[in-house]
């Protein structure tokens, strides 16, 4: 079968980011500078107690384990039942290298491939359909099983709270997802690395929840990271858990292929993972951030729909004719960078993702901007970003 290729030569779909490089231009040519508001990387620092763990294991000269010290595990499971009340005995962790790597790879280490299909969320983080398209499986975009009909899907991933839209999923909703796929044998992958970024309604829980599972993780598999709740993006620093055969299989292939954490990150993870306190007042100062972001978007007159969970609002201007490139255009005019809703997927035609991952001092910068904005005309022509 003749493989599938992009107009790069690529057969993996381009790199959303790499079209906002117009965009990205005009907002840095604002006379007080960007307010990049397109991506989720912290700006915080790390606490200063996880860089001490880091650095006081810097002179270990040894290869570290690639299922994790004993030490590690134990903080994995301990900080899983402290914040997400999971407390099942049942499964088994795994650290990996950063949670988008994980998910790239997980269809094919699992063995996936063209006779699979792999589901995803109608909006969705792009490494979804990345990870089933490196597997050669058929990806489908449903939020809903009963539109599956008969068909038994290999891998379902749920996110919640979602990217981009911070929507959450209920228990009741979850345990739907769970019974389905029990009844298919279908590995559900749980995206959860906003879980502990709850902002407004229902309380964001975990699919190792056992109000969700009955404590039974069977192909259930939740994916979590440090990077969201301790700013440890860099440190490269996540965790699987859930169906111990699962990661068993992970483990192995995991091992034959080199994908281990480095030893200091699984100290520093150790620490991060053992302390609360520091996830606390970063998510205090999301909260506060979130407050003046949204209230300046909405008096700009935008709507923020779902954005109940996460880092991001998920905004839309709401007019006939001007969709979420439009609103990047009109944002960059004013130096703010955000990023169009069609990255997730094609029902974000007309929405913006703005993320909270900005300095206090940027954060103010942006809605003082957003004051400036003029009503949208949708008859007005816009500069299609590079």
């Excluded at 969705?124 to 597997?135: F, I, M, Q, R």
């Excluded at 955000?338 to 094609?346: D, I, K, N, Q, S």
Aim: with cysteine.
């Amino acid at each position: 079968m003749a493989i599938q290729r992009n107009s790069a030569g690529s057969r993996l779909p381009d790199f959303p980011w790499d079209s906002l490089a117009g965009a990205k231009a005009k907002a840095q040519a604002h006379p007080d500078g960007i307010v990049d508001l397109s991506v989720g990387t912290p700006v915080d620092p790390v606490a200063p107690f996880i860089q001490l763990a880091l650095a006081e294991s810097a002179a270990e000269p040894g290869y570290p384990q690639t299922k994790g010290t004993e030490a590690l595990r134990a903080a994995i499971k301990g900080a899983m039942s402290r914040r997400f009340g999971v407390t099942g005995d049942a499964g088994d962790v795994l650290p990996v290298v950063g949670t988008k790597e994980a998910i790239a790879w997980l269809p094919t280490l699992l063995g996936l491939g063209e006779q699979h299909t792999v589901v995803i969320p109608e909006l969705a983080y792009p490494t979804y359909e990345v990870s089933a398209k490196l597997a050669g499986c058929t990806v489908v975009r449903s939020d809903s099983l009963l539109k599956l009909g008969p068909q038994t899907p290999a891998l379902i991933y749920i996110n919640s709270p979602a990217n981009p839209h911070g929507r959450v999923l209920g228990v009741d909703h979850l345990r739907k997802v769970v019974e389905f796929a029990r009844e298919r044998g279908t590995i559900v992958v749980s995206d959860e690395c906003y879980l502990a970024l709850g902002w407004e309604g229902e309380e964001p829980v975990s699919i190792l929840d056992p109000r969700v599972c009955d404590d039974d993780y069977t192909n259930l598999i939740a994916v979590h990271s440090l990077s969201k709740s301790s700013n440890m993006a860099s440190y490269r620093a996540g965790w699987l858990a859930g169906d111990a055969n699962l990661i068993k299989e992970l483990l192995e292939v995991r091992r034959h292929a080199g994908l281990m954490n480095p030893g200091p990150i699984q100290e520093a993870m150790v620490a991060a993972l053992s302390e609360d306190d520091h996830e606390f007042l970063q998510k205090e100062t999301y909260r506060k951030r979130r407050t003046i972001l949204k209230n300046a978007l909405e008096d700009a007159g935008f709507t923020v729909e779902h954005s109940e969970a996460g880092l991001y609002l998920w905004a839309t201007e709401g007019v006939e004719g001007i969709d979420g490139r439009a609103t990047v255009e009109r944002l960059a005019e004013l130096g703010i960078l955000v990023a169009p809703g069609e990255f997730y997927g094609p029902t974000g035609q007309n929405f913006v993702r703005v993320g909270l991952t900005a300095t206090d001092e940027k954060i103010q910068a942006a809605a003082q901007r957003l004051a400036e904005l003029a009503p949208a005309d949708p008859s007005a022509p816009t500069e299609p970003s590079a």
